[in-house]
């Protein structure tokens, strides 16, 4: 089983329309989950991270963690063309040093 | 303001030849990583370095070595490639601390033949 479990897509949504992206982790003790952006050819850039229950929101997007249901999501409100991506989801473990395991990533399209 | 240096960015080998992925980030972070990223698998972390000497296996370590070389650098090495060795591969970097998020490096392209 994987440490970090996303629904793969892909995902379409019109242009200002909220997406929904979701995601589960394994291990109960996970502390730091993270949501990274990735353009097609180019490298994972963070967008949200949140460490403990509840909401985090920054401009549109908004981080859930929910720890009992060891669930994360990111909604973003107000969906753009420019936020056609994979969005990855990642959950940081704090054994020796940090060790980040990603999910598979979910394709976003929002359609103009 | 270079973050984390990658070299090369494009590589081909013939199955069986050896090459050395090299990574540089100029941030102070203490921790490095290496990933490998292919078509429906997400990032996979190879292997890590905590801390400058110390370095641990990650979810695929089998065919790879790596090397801290010093608080900037972090190689990974293929002694003996092989097609399954085909992928996209990115180093990152981060802070040691509760809160640290990983930065990448641009990734390199590694085909073998």
């Known amino acids: 089983q994987k440490e970090v479990e996303q629904n793969s897509g892909p995902l379409s949504v019109p242009e200002g329309a909220i997406a929904s992206l979701n995601c589960t982790y394994s291990d109960r003790g996970s502390q730091s989950f993270f949501w990274y952006r990735q353009y097609s050819g180019k490298s994972p850039e963070l967008i949200m991270s949140i460490y403990s229950n509840g909401d985090k929101e920054d401009g549109r997007f908004t981080a859930q963690l929910n720890k009992a249901s060891q669930y994360v999501s990111l909604l973003i409100r107000d969906s753009q063309p420019s936020d056609s991506a994979t969005y990855l989801c990642?959950?940081?473990?704090?054994?020796?040093?940090?060790?980040?395991?990603f999910g598979t990533g979910t394709s976003l399209t929002v359609i103009p | 303001n270079a973050g984390v240096t990658q070299t090369p960015k494009f590589q081909v080998l013939k199955t069986g030849q050896s090459m050395t992925l090299q990574c540089a980030q100029d941030m102070n972070h203490n921790s490095m990583y290496w990933y490998r990223q292919d078509p429906g698998m997400g990032l996979r972390l190879i292997y890590y370095s905590a801390s400058e000497g110390t370095t641990d296996k990650g979810e695929v370590p089998n065919g790879y070595n790596v090397s801290r070389l010093n608080k900037r650098e972090f190689s990974l090495r293929l002694e003996s490639a092989a097609p399954s060795q085909t992928s996209v591969y990115f180093c990152a970097s981060s802070r040691l601390s509760n809160t640290g998020e990983l930065f990448f490096g641009e990734g390199s392209r590694l085909t073998v033949l």
């Open positions: 990642a959950e940081a473990k704090r054994n020796t040093g940090n060790q980040f395991y």
